[in-house]
């Protein structure tokens, strides 16, 4: 196959999507395909470009608003500066955050008639929209932490959620501005630091249990994971991206039960979205064995490591093989769809 790999972009997560699609590049060149590297910020990569990239980290925080600011500045518009886009057999996308993953890029290169790996735009922009999505998992009987947009009422805070909460971007991933708040007296300064990267902000009830995953691979759920973070009590930024920030265990020590539950309240998730071949469903499991679903990412993490291929990896799938088939089902889909 012919592949362009799309990473990079201009949202906070840029630095998570670099890792992920040089790590998917590499992955599909070794499998033997032809894999074109762009940057969406960029442009087409030269050899000592994709060098670069690979030896560069994950920094323990996001990008500040400046160094995004001098990226967009200089940032083409990716489907018509990049001619070699329209003659690929698919566009693997592995972009994270902004309008890599709420549908933006999607509607663009459905209106283009390129065909794309992951959902379309509306299940994309579902997903990303935290708010939404919630309101969609209750519809559909998936379980989801009560939440409120602020801005909102002390008392109607205690009322509904009280205290630990956790406030957060209501359109943003890698837990990008987030905060577990504990006091009524944190709340403005959290609600304040969340405004900083989107313009809703959510509060949540805190869910006190043990954080677990699951991946959805071409309407099959994939091996259940547990998170153990060790810089604090939540999967926050650094914990994801900083060696030794957590610890991942797959597949998850569960009963039988438990596990089954996860697993079916995932898929329940990700067709809830209306979403396409693949996706990580995130949960918190309190003490009575509950699972809550949290949200559903459209674009997981794509390097070795990240959580996607760990729990595809612990049903036997190596991540080059998960990259071909995310490829592969998106040709098919681009098949079906009526011209």
């Not at 009280?162 to 905060?179: C, D, E, F, I, R």
Request: proline fraction near 6%; charge should be negative; aromatic fraction near 6%.
């Amino acid at each position: 196959m012919r592949i362009a790999v799309l990473f990079g972009g201009t949202s906070e997560e840029r630095d998570v999507s670099v890792a992920s699609g040089i790590q998917v590049v590499q992955a599909l060149r070794g499998s033997g395909h032809d894999v074109l590297a762009v940057d969406t910020a960029g442009g087409l990569l030269t050899a000592a470009d994709h060098d670069r990239l690979l030896s560069a980290g994950v920094a323990p925080d996001p990008p500040t608003k400046d160094a995004l600011s001098t990226v967009r500045a200089s940032a083409p518009a990716i489907v018509n500066s990049t001619p070699e886009l329209k003659q690929v057999d698919v566009i693997f996308i592995a972009l994270h955050g902004g309008s890599g993953e709420d549908g933006t890029l999607q509607a663009m290169l459905d209106v283009a008639g390129l065909p794309y790996t992951g959902s379309g735009h509306m299940g994309s922009a579902y997903a990303m929209d935290k708010d939404v999505s919630k309101r969609l998992f209750r519809a559909s009987g998936v379980p989801t932490p009560n939440w409120l947009l602020a801005p909102v009422s002390l008392a109607c805070v205690d009322e509904e959620l009280g205290y630990p909460l956790v406030v957060k971007p209501n359109k943003q991933g890698s837990s990008v501005g987030l905060t577990v708040v504990r006091s009524p007296g944190e709340l403005g300064a959290a609600v304040d630091n969340a405004y900083k990267y989107d313009d809703e902000v959510m509060l949540e009830r805190f869910i006190s249990g043990r954080e677990l995953t699951v991946g959805i691979l071409n309407d099959m759920p994939l091996a259940v994971g547990e998170i153990r973070p060790k810089r604090s009590d939540i999967f926050d930024y650094a914990s994801k991206y900083q060696e030794g920030g957590a610890e991942e265990i797959f597949p998850a020590d569960l009963s039988t039960e438990t596990t089954r539950l996860v697993q079916e309240l995932a898929l329940k998730a990700h067709h809830a979205l209306k979403l396409a071949a693949y996706s990580r469903v995130d949960f918190r499991l309190d003490e009575l064995e509950q699972p809550w679903c949290l949200e559903v990412n459209t674009v997981p993490g794509m390097t070795r490591t990240s959580l996607l291929p760990q729990s595809a990896q612990a049903v036997g799938i190596s991540f080059p093989e998960l990259c071909e088939r995310v490829c592969r089902a998106a040709m098919e889909q681009h098949r079906r769809k009526p011209r």
